[in-house]
């Protein structure tokens, strides 16, 4: 299997994290994202949106967007499993996994905010726009686990809202998001730390980071 | 069961499409999203992001983002199923709903187009930027039905990929999006338009129209 993607690339991350958990392997292939390598020929045969990562199964078929990556893993290989067994808290799960999916992440990924350049506003501005999607994104996460007893977003193990939620972390902290606001996000950092399924798909682990 | 939307809104829309090919009903509540009756206090207890819809299911548990509902209905009620059988295949249509869902809709929905004015950006600009979020979007999706017989986006009855196309085409028209240039998806939106569970729940025949 190959994982077409970036060292620092949260979509990228995502899908390792998920790799990691099941006990997958996969080829790790890297595009230079700031030096427009996804926009490459090559690279737009394999996905045409021009955006990381693209993964390739065992049979040779292309996949390309994390999360529909992450949810044909877990139909593919079952164990250990990803979204709870019933359908009302794998709708829970889903839904905190999109409000970072949807509604976070592309609002401050690298495209975006390079328009925004374009359109002349500052670094700061733009830095305070990235930061601004973050805190709405993290603030509307806290507060839908706020009734869960934990470790993990949804329970005792991780599943697909761990795995959107920690590569948004990091994000977060790299346009300077003060987490303190988040004690129970913090706290699942902590639990997701302690596995090596998390901590060896961190971006600084990967054979292409800067 | 609930429906909290309003009628303008690509995400309500999806659900109402959904709700309709599952021939489930559901009352609608409607929210008036330029006024920001979505962040009453109200509606932040139901819907932590203050974004719509938020669906209330018949044994009156609340649930939030769009394509987390429509996962659930799918697999609640899942006659007419909206994802095909074969795992890859619904990789696939999951991709092509995420191209929408993540990386389009939220780029130009009314949050961030408020945020561009905030900072300064002229109307021309801001809508010049919705337009763009929307091309980039639907060129992707284009291509990645290029290989499909259709009628619909992926075989011939309607999917997850559908229920997200339908209602960021009319995205793309209110901000000026030529469509001449995806043949594949007008297509798909003729086969749309003659369903009464896609033509039913079009904005303007809503209760809340304008």
Same mark, same amino acid.
């Given at each position: 299997?190959?994982?077409?993607?970036?060292?620092?690339?949260?979509?990228?991350? $995502?899908?390792?994290? @998920?790799?990691?958990?099941? %006990?997958? =392997?996969?080829?790790?292939?890297?595009?230079?994202?700031?030096?427009?390598?996804? $926009?490459?020929?090559?690279?737009?045969?394999?996905?045409?949106?021009?955006?990381?990562? =693209?993964?390739?199964?065992?049979?040779?078929?292309?996949? =390309?967007?994390?999360?529909?990556?992450?949810?044909?893993?877990?139909? =593919?290989?079952?164990?250990?499993?990803?979204?709870?067994?019933?359908?009302?808290?794998?709708?829970?799960? %889903?839904?905190?996994?999109?409000?970072?999916?949807?509604?976070?992440?592309?609002?401050?990924?690298?495209?975006?905010?390079?328009?925004?350049?374009?359109?002349?506003?500052?670094?700061?501005?733009?830095?305070?726009?990235?930061?601004?999607?973050?805190?709405?994104?993290?603030?509307?996460?806290?507060?839908?686990?706020?009734?869960?007893?934990?470790?993990?977003?949804?329970?005792?193990?991780?599943?697909?809202?761990?795995?959107?939620?920690?590569?948004?972390?990091?994000? @977060?902290? %790299?346009?300077?998001?003060?987490? @303190? $606001?988040?004690?129970?996000?913090?706290?699942? @950092?902590?639990?997701?730390?302690?596995?090596?399924?998390?901590?060896?798909?961190?971006?600084?682990?990967?054979?292409?980071?800067?």
């Amino acid at each position: 299997m190959e994982l077409h993607g970036y060292f620092r690339s949260s979509a990228s991350y $995502r899908v390792r994290i @998920a790799l990691n958990l099941k %006990r997958l =392997t996969a080829q790790h292939f890297s595009y230079h994202l700031r030096n427009g390598e996804q $926009r490459s020929s090559a690279y737009l045969a394999m996905n045409p949106q021009g955006l990381v990562p =693209t993964f390739r199964n065992a049979t040779g078929d292309l996949l =390309t967007q994390s999360i529909a990556i992450i949810e044909w893993l877990d139909e =593919t290989y079952p164990d250990p499993s990803l979204l709870p067994q019933d359908p009302l808290q794998r709708a829970r799960v %889903r839904s905190f996994a999109m409000v970072l999916a949807c509604d976070t992440h592309p609002v401050q990924n690298l495209k975006v905010l390079a328009r925004l350049r374009q359109l002349g506003l500052t670094e700061t501005v733009v830095t305070e726009w990235a930061a601004w999607a973050n805190q709405e994104g993290l603030t509307a996460c806290e507060a839908l686990i706020a009734g869960e007893t934990g470790p993990f977003c949804f329970g005792a193990s991780p599943t697909l809202a761990d795995i959107c939620l920690i590569p948004q972390l990091a994000n @977060a902290k %790299r346009f300077g998001v003060d987490l @303190a $606001r988040f004690p129970r996000l913090k706290a699942v @950092a902590s639990a997701a730390a302690e596995l090596k399924a998390f901590s060896d798909a961190a971006p600084e682990k990967q054979h292409d980071a800067e």
